[in-house]
């Protein structure tokens, strides 16, 4: 595609559910991040992919957290049993080859949990 | 692990006046890059620099990366209204560019008074 596209933009979920939110980088872009940003912070590294490799997953708060990208494309964060505390924007990025010049952000998904 | 601060956290300035923000890495990088980010926005790529002491300007903005690659700065000169927003520094840690996972500093706050 044009450029990366987060879905949903918005999601607001009770307390214990799990989500997933899905992540569609720039087409042929080999490296995918996921960042959580809170409001007025910078952006804090999750984990990242290159291809459907997982990278580095030592940004993951805790094992309620998992992402994949099982194709090398389309990636998915997961969050299960979710807390209040997950209530964030989180936001993908993509880099053309590991370490390219930029990253490249989506829109973010806003995800209040209630 | 590896942390990135900023300073100042908030800048306020009339329009025409000089900024500065400053970077500073716990650990050598192996790149800077720096993002804009406007209110509602997502970070936006500015540039990148590489080599130990490189010196890089855009028009109104001058980037520096400092001689031990741990830390940078971004001087704007004659501030204008349209430059309101975050400043995020981000680099790769490590000797060889993507190597390692992107990080991003805490960001500092632009405020533009006309």
């Known amino acids: 595609g044009a450029g990366v596209s987060q879905s949903p933009r918005y999601k607001v979920t009770k307390r214990g559910q799990d989500v997933a939110l899905r992540c569609d980088p720039i087409?042929?872009?080999?490296?995918l991040y996921w960042y959580r940003q809170a409001l007025g912070q910078g952006p804090e590294f999750l984990t990242y992919?290159?291809?459907?490799?997982?990278?580095?997953k030592s940004g993951l708060p805790n094992d309620r957290f998992s992402a994949e990208r099982p194709e090398g494309s389309i990636s998915t964060l997961t969050i299960q049993r979710t807390e209040q505390r997950d209530s964030a924007m989180y936001r993908c990025?993509?880099?053309?080859?590991?370490?390219?010049?930029?990253?490249?952000f989506g829109q973010g998904t806003r995800l209040t949990v209630v | 692990g590896q942390q990135v601060m900023q300073i100042p956290q908030y800048q306020h300035v009339q329009e025409g006046e000089d900024f500065t923000t400053y970077c500073n890495s716990s650990?050598?990088?192996?790149?800077i890059q720096w993002y804009k980010q406007r209110p509602g926005g997502h970070p936006v790529f500015l540039i990148q620099?590489?080599?130990?002491?490189e010196v890089k300007k855009q028009k109104r903005l001058t980037f520096q990366f400092g001689e031990a690659k741990k830390n940078s700065s971004l001087h704007i000169t004659a501030t204008q209204t349209t430059d309101v927003g975050t400043y995020f520094c981000?680099?790769?840690?490590?000797?060889?560019?993507?190597?390692?996972?992107?990080?991003f500093g805490t960001g500092t706050r632009l405020q533009v008074f006309p």
């Open positions: 990025a993509s880099m053309g080859l590991p370490g390219d010049t930029e990253a490249f």
């Open positions: 087409s042929g872009h080999v490296s």
């Open positions: 992919f290159n291809y459907e490799a997982q990278q580095d």
């Open positions: 650990t050598t990088l192996s790149n």
């Open positions: 620099l590489v080599k130990s002491g």
């Open positions: 981000a680099g790769h840690e490590g000797q060889r560019i993507g190597t390692d996972k992107l990080i």
